[in-house]
């Protein structure tokens, strides 16, 4: 009996401090609690200054007004960097309107700019037949700029043995306010669609 009550009091025990240190139950990985995060409490991204692919220099305040939805990638990158580039494609075609609007921008960045120049990123973008109007790729202009960028999104690059990276992966969009409001994985491309429609549908009722 006593044996019982133990290992009830150790499971009851184990259970809450799961309950808490995973925000109620809510963020079982370092992950899903990243993005809960954010979804909480969103902020405001800095002004970067960014290269793109036109080796223009860009502000991400410059897209103020708009929402943006950001990926992070390497060119070279064989895997999951190919499949959030479908997605955007994907994105470009379903919300084509809302792109010629300007109520919405792609943008994606690099953090390999030692390899990845504009030409590269240019090539990177045109596999994906990207309108450079709508989508762009960026790459941040010094090594301090891309650590504090990777830091601010959260987003954990690992050198591998092949000259590539092991990373995280997602979509993260920012509002018109610029700010950081949601974080998408890449498995959820049909959220990250719906979350925009229900967003962009409640701007425009706004407005009208």
Known sequence: MRTFLA???????????????????????????RRLEVRENPRPIPNWRLQNQDS????????????????FIYTSCPSVCLILGSSLKDLQKDFSSELEKNNLQLISISFDPEKDT????????????????YWMAARPTSSPQKEAILDFFKVIVIPDEYGGYTHSAGYHVIDRAGRLVAIFGVEQLNELKEYLTQSLNKENVQQD
């Open 7 to 33: 290992t009830t009091l150790i499971v009851i025990a184990g259970l809450l401090i799961l309950w808490i240190s995973t925000d109620g139950g809510r963020a079982y990985t370092v992950e899903e609690a």
């Open 56 to 71: 223009e220099m860009i502000a991400l305040h410059d897209f103020r007004n708009q929402f943006i939805v950001i990926d």
């Open 118 to 133: 504009p030409q590269k990123l240019r090539e990177h973008l045109s596999h994906f037949s990207a309108n450079l109007k």
